[in-house]
């Protein structure tokens, strides 16, 4: 290319220059123009400027995330001590509670008690200024108090119980026991925080010593029968014994006559909650909670309110106690784990994982499988064994709740088999022991306790009671077959650790110095009840009694007989079932 001079005076080689042709040529060193001093001051000038802008930016956006992720923890760390902040504080939702302290009887001078106390004083209707000790307590105290409202839970008139002429319905509890208070204090009290207000309990053994029978005859509600020569008497006039629904379980050893002592019992039972005003009734051993699942505030009382008119008897699916230890101390407050009903799975599911939740034992639960029944307080109303009711002027009516269920802690401490041994005289042969016990795992149970020694006792045990493999009851939880519960156990841990369990003992001793000490069994009979009107069903002639049972008998197309403990069904069932 051709550079033509920049000289304005000499036009004539401007004009050649301008019509001469171009020819590329390479450029040396000699045709670029001298630099200027200040040629690219501009461009670099910029580029460097772009470099330190970027460089600033960045050490910026550094700085703020850095402080962000200092704040950020405080921030949050801030938050939660806001959300758990327990100060002396008014707590808005306290001015739903009423004035006096709610506390169970007997608290006055328990950790709770006197905290509640003061912390009511300071702040009206606050139930946060509690001492850490109790807190858990207090915590169990203010979800059950919710339901006082309803009728749940009788907490009003200062945890005294005391309120239940107004509360509908009425619930009792009968059952028969030979347990100490360790057992029988929480199972009576969380059925109380539950809404049973009465409790009729045939005592013997270890139950009916005065230790026992002082604190549980100094708790409102409870009527304690001892078996006494007069209850005997009674009894043996019943009309069960001219009747055929029983007579498969009469005279037999062990389980089959404590079955038959219990339907007597339950007999007397209905007497005594119809003389109590009682709307229902339920039979209940001191190894089984009611878990009233589905009702709202936990309440057995909804749940029972909510029951349709015209049904007689309500039946409770049984979940079996699976424990994780062999060293279970206080089951209440220690097993959570259960095994779920057949009523309450798919069969699918069921059957399905039969194998792995029967761990090589005969059946899918360890001992019975066919729940137990409340029953409304009604004429002509009788036992169907321990486990059902039953009348003797129509079929009742009867449904199957499909959440709640009765909790039995069954075989939960290792002592439990030598107890049951120690309680029958039946020789430990496969033959003597199908007269003793009814059910296979408790006739093999009964051998194991009788011919093994200690350390075989255990290894037993651990095989076939305790679930020590994480894997599969990680499984069964996940299916569906086992489940955890942990309400019964809240209470429970609650009412102990507010001292309500001590108290009652406190009180009973108390009360007990100011009555005889002389006082026995004799003058304790006065509370069976008159049994000797017309429509008694344990007095009377036996001619009256068996032309009674006559004209029953041709009311009712067939007389059910008693329904014993059942296992859950097997695969023979299933196919017996199908093939029918």
Aim: proline letters at 5%.
């Amino acid at each position: 290319m051709v550079l033509c001079p920049l000289v304005p005076s000499n036009a004539r080689l401007l004009r050649e220059c301008a019509v001469q042709p171009t020819t590329p040529h390479r450029a040396s060193s000699t045709d670029r123009p001298a630099s200027h001093p200040m040629a690219g001051y501009r461009g670099g000038s910029s580029s460097s400027s772009s470099a330190g802008g970027g460089g600033a930016s960045a050490a910026a956006f550094a700085t703020r995330m850095l402080l962000l992720l200092t704040l950020l923890p405080l921030a949050l760390a801030a938050f939660a001590f806001v959300l758990q902040w327990r100060g002396g504080m008014r707590d808005p939702a306290g001015a739903a509670w009423p004035d006096d302290t709610q506390r169970f009887p007997g608290m006055e001078n328990s950790p709770l008690g006197s905290s509640s106390s003061s912390s009511s004083t300071r702040g009206k209707g606050s139930y946060f200024a509690i001492s850490s000790s109790s807190s858990a307590a207090a915590d169990c105290a203010e979800i059950l108090g919710r339901s006082a409202s309803s009728h749940g839970v009788s907490l009003y008139g200062g945890w005294s119980f005391d309120s239940e002429s107004s509360i509908t319905p009425k619930i009792c509890i009968t059952g028969s026991t030979s347990a100490g208070l360790h057992q029988i204090l929480p199972w009576l009290y969380y059925h109380k925080v539950i809404g049973v207000s009465h409790f009729f309990l045939f005592v013997e053994g270890e139950a009916a010593k005065p230790a026992v029978t002082s604190v549980l005859e100094s708790i409102r509600g409870v009527k304690i029968i001892y078996r006494t020569k007069e209850l005997k008497e009674r009894q043996d006039k019943s009309r069960i014994w001219n009747e055929t629904w029983l007579g498969g379980f009469f005279y037999k050893p062990c389980n089959y006559e404590l079955f038959v002592k219990q339907s007597l019992n339950m007999e007397m039972a209905i007497i005594m909650a119809r003389d109590a005003g009682m709307d229902w009734i339920i039979h209940l051993d001191t190894d089984e909670l009611i878990h009233p699942a589905g009702a709202r505030e936990y309440s057995l009382r909804r749940l029972l309110l909510d029951v349709p008119d015209n049904v007689d008897m309500v039946i409770f699916p049984n979940y079996e106690s699976s424990i994780e230890r062999d060293d279970i101390k206080d089951p209440f407050t220690e097993v959570s784990m259960f095994k779920k009903n057949y009523d309450h799975l798919p069969k699918d599911t069921y059957f399905g994982l039969y194998k792995e939740a029967t761990r090589g034992n005969p059946n899918y639960f360890l001992t019975y499988g066919n729940g137990k029944s409340a029953a409304r307080v009604q004429e002509h109303l009788r036992p169907n064994g321990a486990h059902r009711w039953h009348n003797y002027m129509k079929t009742p009516n009867e449904i199957k709740l499909e959440e709640a269920a009765i909790l039995h802690y069954t075989y939960t401490k290792f002592s439990d088999l030598t107890s049951r041994r120690d309680r029958c005289g039946c020789k430990p042969t496969k033959e003597d022991v199908k007269r003793c016990f009814i059910l296979e795992f408790d006739r093999l149970a009964f051998i194991i306790a009788s011919t093994a020694t200690e350390e075989e006792m255990r290894n037993w045990y651990r095989e076939h009671v305790v679930w020590t493999d994480k894997d599969t009851n990680l499984k069964l939880l996940r299916k569906g077959v086992l489940t955890r519960i942990y309400a019964p156990m809240a209470i429970i841990r609650g009412l102990k650790e507010s001292g309500v369990f001590t108290s009652a003992v406190t009180s009973a001793k108390a009360q007990s110095k100011t009555k005889s000490s002389n006082m026995g069994l004799e003058n304790k009979e006065s509370i069976l009840p008159n049994v000797t009107a017309g429509q008694s069903t344990l007095e009377g002639g036996h001619e009256k009694l068996q032309a009674t049972v006559r004209k029953i008998l041709e009311m009712v197309d067939a007389q059910e007989e008693a329904m014993p403990p059942m296992s859950p069904p097997g695969f023979v069932e299933l196919i017996e079932s199908a093939l029918s």
